[in-house]
């Protein structure tokens, strides 16, 4: 069973929740194969109950230890521009859909969401555009996330405290 | 209250003087007694990566992070447990030091918190006397960094000080950033934009 899912971090993000569950969007999501739909909400006022559709099962829940899981188990990602929320998905090698909080207009994350963007490495778009993104998005374009290397930052630490 | 931030800030004009002091760098033997300075979340996480790479020479390792920080313990005590499989010798400590600055919290204000939190960060870092400092962002860093720096200046102790900016950092430096630009001897970034607007910086590509 094809699922999404959807996170919004420890933030609060309604009109994300809002738009993602509506009518519209389930129709949408239906059509490009996906069955079931889960919402992690975070501080959100928002939290749909448990439905089961014709078109798309739903479920909520606000927050877990860890989100691995899910991640895991999800066939599209959709998130707020959140750090952890991003690189954490794309470490999974999931597409990833990132919608920004334009409420949060002066948030510094913005700049890495942006960058992922211009980079191909995500689908980037905001609450009133992402039901006509989810429908026209082609994510075989997306290119993976390499992982970053540690290991280069401790050869150069070796040769700048003169261990080498 | 602007008068007072000012008075206050006097104390850190010894700070020039102490980047007189820097220019010449020493080569170390190892062990290397590391401080490392943890913060909420995400900096504790990239740090962590940070340190994954490193080898046994950089033992022991003091971490330092705010009081109100409660979710940094565990994930450290994480970390050098699995540490300890392949180094059975690994030592670290944990220490906190008050929070030095709440996000948006007002400029001066900022600097009195700052200043208080060097009350704790001073006595301690003269305590753990590291070679090398690693920190990567969060307000807790500038009070530790300004103290291991006064530590230099008055001939205690010379440190190393390695700050590696956020990678959520792709355009701007985080504050804790363009403070530390002109106090550390090695400034970390991982995009390029910021390489060529901070031409001291090093870019090392994506480290985290």
Same mark, same amino acid.
């Given at each position: 069973?094809?699922?999404v899912?959807v996170?919004?971090g420890t933030t609060?993000?309604?009109?994300?929740?809002?738009?993602? =569950? =509506?009518?519209?969007?389930?129709?949408? $999501?239906? =059509?490009?194969?996906?069955?079931?739909?889960?919402?992690?909400? &975070?501080? #959100?006022?928002?939290?749909? #109950?448990?439905?089961?559709?014709?078109?798309?099962?739903?479920e909520?829940?606000?927050?877990?230890?860890?989100l691995a899981?899910d991640?895991?188990?999800?066939?599209?990602v959709?998130s707020?521009?959140?750090?952890?929320?991003?690189?954490?998905t794309?470490?999974? &090698?999931?597409?990833?859909?990132?919608?920004i909080?334009?409420?949060?207009?002066?948030?510094?994350?913005?700049? $890495?969401a942006k960058?992922?963007?211009?980079?191909?490495?995500?689908?980037?778009?905001?609450?009133?555009?992402?039901?006509?993104?989810?429908?026209?998005?082609?994510l075989?374009?997306l290119?993976?996330?390499?992982?970053?290397?540690?290991?280069?930052?401790?050869?150069?630490l070796d040769?700048?405290? #003169?261990?080498? | 209250?602007?008068?007072?931030a000012?008075?206050?800030?006097?104390?850190? !004009?010894l700070v020039?003087?102490?980047?007189?002091a820097? *220019?010449r760098?020493?080569?170390r033997?190892?062990p290397?007694?590391?401080?490392?300075?943890? %913060?909420? %979340?995400?900096?504790?996480?990239?740090?962590?990566?940070?340190?994954s790479? !490193?080898s046994?020479?950089?033992?022991?390792?003091?971490?330092?992070?705010?009081?109100?920080?409660?979710m940094?313990e565990?994930?450290i005590?994480?970390?050098e447990? *699995?540490?300890?499989? +392949?180094?059975p010798n690994?030592?670290?400590?944990?220490?906190?030091?008050p929070?030095?600055?709440?996000?948006?919290?007002?400029?001066t204000?900022?600097?009195v918190?700052?200043? @208080?939190?060097m009350?704790y960060?001073l006595?301690? +870092?003269?305590k753990?006397?590291?070679?090398?400092?690693?920190?990567?962002?969060?307000g807790?860093?500038?009070?530790?960094?300004?103290?291991a720096?006064?530590?230099?200046?008055? %001939?205690? *102790?010379?440190?190393? /000080?390695?700050?590696?900016?956020?990678?959520?950092r792709?355009? +701007?430096l985080?504050?804790?950033?363009? /403070?530390l630009?002109?106090?550390?001897? @090695?400034? /970390?970034?991982?995009w390029?934009?910021?390489?060529e *607007?901070?031409?001291k910086?090093?870019?090392?590509?994506? /480290?985290?």
């Amino acid at each position: 069973m094809k699922s999404v899912f959807v996170t919004v971090g420890t933030t609060s993000f309604d009109d994300l929740i809002a738009t993602v =569950s =509506s009518p519209a969007a389930l129709q949408v $999501l239906q =059509s490009r194969g996906y069955q079931k739909l889960v919402l992690q909400v &975070g501080r #959100g006022e928002l939290k749909p #109950g448990p439905c089961s559709s014709p078109a798309v099962a739903v479920e909520a829940f606000r927050f877990k230890d860890s989100l691995a899981e899910d991640l895991g188990r999800a066939d599209l990602v959709i998130s707020h521009a959140g750090a952890g929320s991003c690189l954490e998905t794309l470490e999974k &090698g999931k597409p990833l859909v990132v919608v920004i909080n334009e409420k949060l207009m002066n948030n510094h994350q913005l700049e $890495l969401a942006k960058q992922l963007h211009r980079d191909g490495h995500v689908v980037c778009c905001n609450c009133s555009t992402l039901v006509e993104t989810l429908q026209t998005m082609d994510l075989t374009t997306l290119k993976p996330f390499p992982p970053g290397q540690p290991e280069k930052f401790a050869l150069f630490l070796d040769k700048v405290v #003169g261990f080498q | 209250m602007e008068a007072l931030a000012l008075l206050l800030l006097l104390p850190l !004009l010894l700070v020039p003087l102490a980047l007189l002091a820097r *220019k010449r760098r020493c080569r170390r033997t190892p062990p290397l007694r590391v401080l490392v300075v943890a %913060g909420s %979340g995400g900096h504790t996480t990239e740090i962590l990566r940070l340190l994954s790479c !490193l080898s046994e020479s950089y033992s022991p390792r003091h971490y330092i992070f705010a009081d109100s920080d409660k979710m940094s313990e565990a994930k450290i005590r994480s970390f050098e447990q *699995k540490r300890a499989e +392949t180094f059975p010798n690994s030592q670290f400590t944990l220490d906190r030091i008050p929070r030095s600055r709440e996000v948006r919290q007002s400029w001066t204000s900022s600097v009195v918190t700052t200043l @208080y939190s060097m009350l704790y960060s001073l006595p301690l +870092t003269y305590k753990l006397k590291p070679d090398l400092i690693l920190c990567n962002g969060p307000g807790t860093c500038v009070p530790v960094c300004i103290s291991a720096l006064l530590l230099g200046l008055l %001939g205690i *102790k010379r440190a190393i /000080i390695v700050y590696v900016e956020s990678i959520c950092r792709v355009e +701007t430096l985080s504050l804790s950033g363009k /403070i530390l630009y002109y106090f550390s001897d @090695y400034f /970390i970034v991982q995009w390029p934009d910021l390489k060529e *607007k901070y031409p001291k910086s090093v870019f090392l590509g994506r /480290i985290v």
